[in-house]
């Protein structure tokens, strides 16, 4: 399954990588704006692949079915977590930047799939996961694997009048990464579902630091 995407290239050699993972029922086109929101000096190469689904009577495109928020289907989320993960590969290949200097992220079910491939137990460990309103799932055959790499950086945003996944989903993410041993910044809001401003000169600076100038974090 080929996924497709949009990428905006860095000004000169590339830091790192930061991939953007949409939200229900948008598509590759969606977060490439936060390229430069969350990037303004272009020290990153930034990649929004869409997702592999359209569902019938939704629009856009989605990385799962969703029977229950929290508990993606089974079947959808493992082809998703396929096909993304074949994405990753062969982009970490195609771009020379490796997982060690790669940062995923996303809002929504787009946090979600971050969350899946960046701690997947059998997946290369990003440099950080950047989480807006999302959750880590629950999923038969899926489990986040924490102790093999706590060097993986974690930033978590929601808001606390989210009507679609409850602000108890990132408090409960959060805590799950800290008692595993992840460094996390979390940052609340009272925003409803969508990526706070408020939320974002932390978010860059997180990025900053997650990968620094030359790609090495101190």
Same mark, same amino acid.
């Given at each position: 399954m080929t996924l497709a995407f949009r990428e905006r290239p860095a000004t000169g050699d590339p830091d790192g990588l930061l991939v953007l993972h949409h939200g229900r029922g948008a598509d590759e086109h969606d977060l490439l704006g936060m390229a430069d929101v969350l990037d303004p000096e272009r020290r990153l190469h $930034? $990649?929004?692949p869409g997702g592999p689904l359209t569902v019938?009577?939704? %629009?856009?495109?989605?990385?799962? $079915? $969703? %029977? *229950?928020v929290g508990f993606p289907d089974h079947d959808t989320f493992h @082809?998703?977590?396929g096909?993304? #993960? @074949?994405?990753? &590969? #062969?982009?970490w290949a195609r771009t020379g930047l490796p997982p060690e200097r790669t940062v995923f992220g996303g809002f929504? /079910?787009?946090?979600? /799939?971050?969350? #899946?491939?960046?701690? =997947? =137990? &059998? *997946? %290369? #460990?990003?440099a950080g996961i950047l989480a807006f309103s999302g959750f880590v799932p629950?999923? !038969? =055959?899926?489990?986040?694997?924490? @102790? !093999? *790499?706590?060097?993986? *950086?974690a930033f978590v945003a929601h808001g606390r009048? !989210? %009507?679609? /996944?409850q602000v108890d989903f990132a408090r409960q993410a959060s805590a799950l990464l800290e008692a595993g041993g992840l460094p996390v910044e979390y940052h609340e809001s009272g925003a409803g579902h969508t990526i706070d401003p408020a939320h974002v000169p932390a978010a860059l600076d997180w990025l900053k630091a997650t990968i620094p100038a030359g790609g090495v974090p101190g």
């Open positions: $930034v $990649v929004t019938p009577g939704f %629009p856009g495109r989605h990385w799962y $079915v $969703v %029977p *229950r @082809a998703a977590f096909a993304l #993960a @074949a994405f990753h &590969d #062969a982009l929504s /079910m787009g946090s979600v /799939m971050s969350y #899946a491939l960046g701690l =997947g =137990g &059998d *997946r %290369p #460990a990003p629950v999923v !038969d =055959g899926w489990q986040a694997s924490l @102790a !093999d *790499r706590t060097a993986t *950086r009048n !989210d %009507p679609i /996944m």
